[in-house]
């Protein structure tokens, strides 16, 4: 009977993990384990692009490529997890409750943003985290025109000042007068906790934030929060008011709530700590990627982010370790010493920096050319091809070099 390499979900993590451990079985000719995936979709969302507009072409096929790799697919929602009895509980296609067994689990389940239920009316707010929240806020911002004009028709609030919230408004001014019309007085204001403009993303970069928002006419409340919603706009906590048709929540993500049925410590986020190799610490057959990892990246104290970057080879090495886990092979420790960030500024351009300081290298155009390389190309998964997949998966391959 075959053992199994069940793995959960089918984001960046979870695709990786798919093929790199398939990689590693293949290079021992070992045709005795199965590597199954299980998540509602054979799609990987391109969620680092969902703050764009035509966002339901974000997405991309893993049916053909997982075909290609021998890899099964279950599509299915998990809804519990039995760690003793090594069995995962799973709500199918039809909405049957069906359980499935596992040698070696892989959790990659992923993230979501988190709407604080203190706050009255947060149903009122859309979001840019899961393909459906996306692209309803596309229809929404659509059927804008056919509101009479107003300010408050004519303005978007984001809530968040993080990368997600800026690239989000700042994306946003282009986006309203597509569906308002080129002349259309638009308005797009981030409210943000931060003390000054892009204080969450440090001091290299924020000058660049800065001539970004400036031109595009983003304006920034900064030292505020969002203390209610409704379908006119938001009430900041020192009572202020602001009225606007679109409010866009960008603050907070947590890990999938997956991560609480497994016995472990978690961070502040929810991810589980796991060692080198990406084992939960504390577990034998259960390793965590992705966005559920709380993983040191490197010797000097850094931890992999909830960004499509880390997920990558968080994945490619969560599905090799887990693969030479099961067939007493040598690991190889998770290492991505290199970080990079690439933040769209909308018509006004990108910026890309290097470092955990975020050392400024290209702005502008230069910056706008990486960002669309990054989201037109290496995000993507790799061509339905067994051979160039599965040399795509290999765990030694910085995702930046």
């Known amino acids: 009977m075959k053992k199994r390499i069940l793995i959960i979900g089918a984001g960046f993590g979870g695709m990786w993990s798919a093929l790199s451990a398939t990689r590693l079985l293949d290079k021992h000719d070992r045709n005795d384990v199965e590597v199954t995936v299980l998540a509602p979709e054979a799609v990987l969302g391109v969620r680092p692009r969902f703050y764009e507009q035509d966002v339901h072409q974000m997405q991309s096929p893993l049916g053909p490529l997982f075909d290609a790799v021998g890899v099964t697919f279950i599509k299915g929602k998990a809804d519990t997890l039995d760690v003793n009895g090594k069995s995962v509980s799973y ?45 309803r806020l596309e229809q929404h911002i659509k059927a804008l025109a056919k509101q009479p004009e107003s300010a408050t028709r004519n303005t978007v609030v984001v809530a968040g000042g993080g990368f997600t919230g800026i690239e989000t408004a700042t994306e946003m001014p282009a986006r309203l007068r597509a569906a308002l019309g080129a002349d259309a007085n638009v308005r797009v204001i981030i409210v943000d906790r931060g003390e000054k403009v892009g204080a969450a993303l440090g001091e290299n970069i924020s000058p660049s934030i800065v001539e970004a928002t400036e031109t595009l006419g983003v304006e920034w409340v900064v030292n505020a929060s969002v203390a209610a919603v409704d379908s ?143 989201n037109s190309v290496w995000i993507y998964p790799p061509v339905a091809e067994r051979e160039a997949a599965l040399a795509a998966a290999d765990p030694l391959i910085p995702v930046v070099a």
């Open 232 to 374: 006119n706009g938001v009430t900041l906590a020192d009572g202020r008011r602001i009225d606007a048709s679109t409010v866009v929540w960008t603050v907070g993500v947590r890990a999938s709530s997956l991560t609480e049925q497994i016995p472990g410590e978690r961070d502040a986020s929810g991810r589980l700590h796991v060692d080198r190799n990406l084992k939960v610490i504390g577990q034998s057959d259960i390793f965590a990627t992705g966005d559920t990892a709380y993983a040191a990246t490197d010797d000097a104290g850094n931890f992999a982010l909830m960004t499509c970057q880390h997920a990558i080879a968080l994945g490619r090495s969560a599905g090799n370790n887990v693969a030479a886990d099961l067939l007493g092979e040598a690991p190889i420790p998770y290492s991505q010493v290199k970080y990079v960030t690439c933040l769209d500024l909308g018509a006004w351009g990108a910026v890309f920096t290097e470092g955990w300081d975020r050392q400024v290298k290209l702005t502008k155009q230069e910056g706008k050319t990486v960002k669309q390389q990054i």
């Open 91 to 135: 709500t199918g296609a039809n909405g049957d409750r069906t359980s499935i067994n596992y040698d070696k689990l892989v959790l990659a389940a992923g993230s979501r943003v988190v709407r604080p239920a203190s706050i009255p009316g947060i149903e009122h707010a859309f979001d840019v985290d899961a393909m459906a929240e996306a692209i």
